[in-house]
């Protein structure tokens, strides 16, 4: 690119507490609806076996610093975790979160995983000593939490 030396960090689907539109926290956002205000409008979600690469921004960052450091110039760095999550994995971890009834629509609708082939990518990330540490429960138990406190209630 115009002769400079670049590598690229490529992220997949990044989540965690803040603000955000991805999918963990519309639903988030509407579990605390659930919680502090008795909704029960149902939540609409694509296909449950849906599944797509997740990744804590927290190791993202991490994985940023890694390759600012180790990174070697003229390569692509995917940026995930390495494990694909289906739409249900995501709902089920969220909803044991809660003891509200929150009702979810499911539409049926599928679609392959989005990592394809990054799994072999991932390893280049890897062998510079990078890895996700924070678990997926955490970043979601994170993401609700985080709500809540937006929210003025708390984080039960």
Known sequence: ???????????????????????????????????????????????????????????????????????TTGTVYPVVSGTERSLGEIADTLLSMTSANVPVRWDGATSGPDGAGKEEELSLLRKLGWQPLIPFAQSLQDILNGVRIQQGRGTD
């Open 1 to 71: 690119l115009f002769g400079q030396q670049i590598m690229v960090a490529e992220p997949g689907n990044l989540i965690g507490a803040g603000p955000s539109t991805g999918i963990c926290s519309l639903l988030a956002r509407h579990i605390v609806a659930c919680e502090q205000e008795g909704k029960t409008e149902a939540f609409r979600l694509s296909g449950r076996e849906n599944t797509r690469d997740f990744l804590d921004v927290r190791d993202a960052v991490r994985a940023y610093a890694t390759l600012l450091v180790h990174g």
